[in-house]
């Protein structure tokens, strides 16, 4: 037997969102009609828009084509800065902004400076499938929480209170997101408040992923850490994927805005990371910076896009709701929803066999809610337009029909 080379943590590192990508592939050139609801990738439905493609093509032709400052070129940390103070009104300095190549990125970047070998950190059920496996890669170990299913999949807090409650070694950080991937959820006001005040009594540091805040449906309001956790160690994530839907840039940024030691020393460190693998895409800051600044061009090409997704996301959830093997909860924002499966009334044994013999045999791809450390559930994108998303959604009512324990 040939000893493995691989480190053990490496074992860790997974996608559940992809692992049905070659096999897609497989039926596409089969010559089988796939629809893919399976990737939160927005421009792949709405392009780019034009002044974010122009800002980017202008960047190149004046030469912006050089490593650039670590932490991200001033231009984009003033955007930045600015965003935060229009958007929440928060005020931040340059320093408290470190640009990514995407928040994945800066997802790296927080746990290697956090986490040792050991430790632990929060994260909620379900939850976005890379956190487990980035706090995995630097040999520590997650606590789960859980956003809770019965309340519109709010934050557990109770939940959230017990596992922290009498633990001697703190854990390093906790990490929520708002609004949701895989549920889209907006978490409410009072629950972030108390999610603030448990971080503030147990002196955890807390991370938002809120790299869906525009992605909002009418009737929701969100509510960003950052108004919230004024003078507590905070960070917040975000970056162009979603909101300036340019998913392939690959810009993200951390806000880290506290004046204390700990946000200190986490900013300077993170930092660090930063001039080590010199820079994030500088013609791609440039575009970001620019497309930020064009508050009247980015409000409505953001505005047509949500209103295209809440319209693909309440036809999608009509749907589903015909459906007497699924239980859905409404999204009030980003673009994905997440049906809970009646797995007793249907003959397979669990979520993957589900969304495995639902690509095999209608062509529809979705994403096993196990990989988001919830079975029992499948997650839909829904960024294709009405037409499509029907079409898909259809395939699942008939697919669930047919493999029903009462159909013969
Ligand atoms: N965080 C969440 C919650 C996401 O859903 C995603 C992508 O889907 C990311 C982070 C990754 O973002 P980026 O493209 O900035 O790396």
């Known amino acids: 037997m040939v000893s493995s080379k691989l480190s053990a943590r490496s074992r860790y590192v997974y996608s559940a969102i992809r692992e049905d990508d070659d096999l897609a592939d497989e039926l596409r050139k089969a010559g089988k009609k796939v629809i893919k609801l399976s990737s939160g990738d927005p421009p792949v439905y709405f392009p780019t828009p034009k002044y974010v493609i122009d800002a980017y093509v202008e960047a190149l032709r004046s030469g912006k084509t050089s490593y650039s400052r670590s932490q991200g070129v001033s231009e984009l940390a003033n955007a930045i800065i600015n965003r935060y103070k229009v958007r929440y ?12 190549s995407g928040v994945a990125e800066a997802l790296t970047f927080l746990n290697s400076a956090l986490v040792d070998y050991d430790d632990t950190a929060v994260i909620l059920r379900p939850y976005y499938t890379q956190y487990p496996v980035a706090i995995r890669m630097f040999g520590g170990k997650f606590l789960l929480g859980s956003y809770d299913e019965a309340n519109e999949w709010d934050i557990d807090l109770d939940g959230l209170a017990r596992i922290l409650r009498g633990r001697r070694r703190k854990p390093k950080y906790m990490l929520i997101t708002n609004p949701n991937n895989p549920t889209g959820t907006v978490l409410s006001r009072r629950a972030l ?7 503030n009594e147990h002196h955890i540091l807390l991370i938002s992923d809120e790299i869906y805040d525009e992605i909002v449906f009418e009737g929701s309001t969100f509510v960003s850490v950052g108004e919230l956790a004024r003078g507590l160690p905070h960070v917040i994530l975000n970056g162009a994927s979603k909101a300036f839907d340019a998913t392939g840039f690959r810009i993200g940024y951390a806000v ?12 300077h460190k993170i930092a660090d990371y930063c001039r080590v693998r010199l820079c994030a895409s500088t013609p791609a800051q440039y575009a970001l910076a620019a497309a930020m600044n064009n508050r009247t061009a980015h409000e409505k090409a953001v505005g047509e896009m949500v209103g295209a997704i809440q319209r693909s996301v309440a036809s999608a959830v009509k749907l589903l709701d015909e459906n007497p093997h699924l239980t859905t909860v409404r999204p009030r924002g980003a673009f994905y929803i997440f049906p809970r499966i009646d797995m007793r009334s249907l003959k397979f044994k669990n979520d993957k066999e589900f969304v495995g013999s639902l690509l095999r045999e209608k062509f529809v791809q979705t994403t096993r809610g196990s990989g988001f450390g919830a079975p029992n559930h499948f997650r839909i994108v829904s960024l294709a337009p009405v037409s499509i998303i029907e079409e898909a959604i259809g395939q699942v009512n008939d697919f669930c029909k047919e493999h029903s324990k009462s159909h013969h």
Do not use: R, Y
């Open 193 to 199: 408040e108390e999610v603030v005040e448990i971080a």
């Open 89 to 100: 009104g928060i005020d931040l300095n340059d320093q408290d902004i470190l640009v990514t």
């Open 256 to 267: 880290v805005p506290g004046v204390d030691a700990v946000s200190e020393e986490l900013k």
